[in-house]
């Protein structure tokens, strides 16, 4: 459907700042919801946060409200994660992700790396 391609991981210390891009190709018309997800290793992957294309609405995991913030721009298919007050415990693997509205994910990413140093 959608080919993502994550990119701006990188090393930061504990409460420093990252931003994350996805980059998206092909339809986007009917995938809509665009999120991050994220994967220590070890650990299941969890949901980070989504934003819903049409109207901008937002929804973020407790663990990262007033830190994180997602912003997406349908028209340049993309889609930004800022993330602040990082600490040791957000370091994981950030997947984005796609689909349209009120169906299963279909599209993800290869991943980029976060790592938060102690």
């Known amino acids: 459907q959608v080919q993502l391609v994550e990119s701006g991981g990188g090393l930061v210390q504990a409460g420093g700042s990252l931003r994350l891009s996805c980059a998206a190709s092909?339809?986007?018309?009917?995938?809509?919801?665009m999120g991050w997800f994220r994967q220590a290793p070890g650990k299941e992957r969890e949901f980070v946060a989504l934003?819903?294309?049409?109207?901008?609405?937002?929804v973020y995991a407790d663990s990262v409200k007033g830190r994180f913030t997602i912003a997406g721009d349908n028209a340049k298919n993309t889609v930004v994660l800022s993330m602040n007050s990082l600490r040791p415990d957000d370091t994981a693997v950030y997947y984005c992700?796609?689909?349209?509205?009120?169906?299963?994910?279909?599209?993800w990413g290869q991943g980029t790396q976060v790592t938060v140093s102690s």
């Open positions: 992700a796609a689909k349209p509205h009120g169906v299963t994910w279909d599209s």
């Open positions: 934003i819903i294309l049409n109207g901008g609405r937002t």
């Open positions: 092909g339809r986007i018309s009917r995938d809509n919801v």
